[in-house]
């Protein structure tokens, strides 16, 4: 900011009033990768985000991922894990690193830098409460070899079912900024892995979010040639996941905007979370940056 002149710094604040004035006391549901969480500054620049949000009257509620992290523990550990259509294939051994990674050290990292910052943010994953109920996910793929299809067993991963919002609501009241690990309960009391996207797309449509933002590490959807898709309908997305152009991890996120739009969520939008101030430029200026899906 140092080179701005203060004119330009009050223009800016200035301009940014009509967006600060769309979102006033609405609730934002903020996804934030693994991949997305970057170096120190970046993430400490998120987190000032977050904490400007909550003071101009916005309820921001944070979700994080932290697939990249579990990866790395996983490996230290010597435990190999596999995807199918870009979940994790979760075991007994598996699921006790994942909730200690997602729950324990990625978890308490964003607090810690929301609160460095002047937050007020509370850690929970969606056990807490009895937050989030799931049931356990199976997947029809089709095997490549044969092209035969066949249901894949995920282990220890869930499909949010329930959402309870008492607890949300009781920390939104009192201007406390939820941080939320994406982990369920089953209906039998297991604790399950849920995809970070799912899990945010599960929450913001119980809260009837007005905006969903899943930041990732690549500018949002992009075409068989690499090329950003600035806008993309609820039809083409679907084309786009049935001829292979979105895959992997892309997979839930894509499935996440079109079910969030579907719950009633008005904005959904996947974003580059390594941009510095990702968040402020998506909500508080007219440069919409990453992919913005609609009906
Ligand atoms: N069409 C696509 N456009 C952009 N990314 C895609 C596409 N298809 C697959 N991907 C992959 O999806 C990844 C994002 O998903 P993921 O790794 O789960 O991110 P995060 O940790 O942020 O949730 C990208 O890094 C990219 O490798
Ligand atoms: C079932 C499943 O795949 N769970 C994810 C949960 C973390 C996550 O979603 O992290 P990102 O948002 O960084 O990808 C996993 O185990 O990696």
Redesign the pocket.
Known sequence: MTDISPLDQARILSEALPHMQQYDEETIVIKY????MGDEETAKNFARDIVLLEQTAINPVVVH?G??QIATMLKRLGIVSEFAA?LRITDAATIEVVEMVLAGSVNKQIVGYINDAGGKAVGLCGKDGNMVKASKTTRTMVDPDSHIEKVVDLGFVGDPEKVDLTLLNQLIGYELIPVLAPLATSHDGQTLNVN??TFAGAIAGALKAKRLLL????PG??DKSKKLIPDLSVKDARK?IADG??????IP?VETCIYALEQGVEGVVIIDGKMQHAVLLELFTNQGTGTLIHK
């Open positions: 990768g693994g991949h997305a991922g697939g990249p870009g970070g996207d930041l990732t590490d690549v959807v992009l786009l152009t979105i895959s992997g991890g892309m996120k």
